[in-house]
């Protein structure tokens, strides 16, 4: 899992990134917890994240995310929120409910993993019940984000 997606990325080959994401799309939530994924660089991480099709709810997703950034922060010796800085833009926060916001919230105040400002835009998205501050692709559900009842509130084309 990690050198093809990491050699298709170093080497511009659009079509060896186009099967490995669509692998990686299928069985996400196998693929996260693989030692491959772990080994992903930041800008590969980052390329998978933007995929509307991965097959993982998001809260998972950001475990997932949280697991590759202290490992990468180990083995880079660099601070998490540094190693993960790319990756984590790519997090769909606004997709959480509000009790797995504030839990999630709550360990990042141990590893500062998420910036503060992205949970608060997704704590303005609960409040004003409304796609609010953010891009809007990180309001769009992935094929595995589980339904939340404010999911309603998140599209843009409804009122």
Not at 49 to 54: G, M
Not at 76 to 94: D, F, K, T, W
Request: charged residues 25%; glycine residues 2%; aromatic residues 4%.
């Amino acid at each position: 899992v990690c050198v093809v997606p990491q050699a298709a990325v170093t080497y511009r080959l659009a079509d060896l990134q186009q099967h490995c994401l669509a692998f990686i799309e299928g069985c996400t939530a196998e693929v996260v917890r693989t030692q491959g994924f772990h080994e992903l660089s930041d800008r590969v991480l980052a390329q998978v994240l933007r995929s509307d099709r991965l097959a993982v709810d998001e809260l998972d997703l950001v475990q997932a995310v949280r697991e590759w950034a202290h490992v990468s922060s180990a083995v880079l010796e660099r601070p998490v929120p540094e190693v993960a800085a790319l990756p984590v833009q790519e997090l769909r926060l606004p997709l959480l409910a509000p009790s797995e916001l504030a839990t999630l919230e709550s360990h990042n105040q141990r590893d500062l993993l998420i910036p503060v400002e992205s949970i608060a835009a997704a704590w303005r998205s609960h409040a004003l019940k409304k796609v609010s501050g953010v891009p809007s692709h990180l309001y769009r559900p992935r094929c595995g984000t589980k339904p939340r009842d404010h999911h309603r509130h998140l599209d843009p084309h409804t009122k």
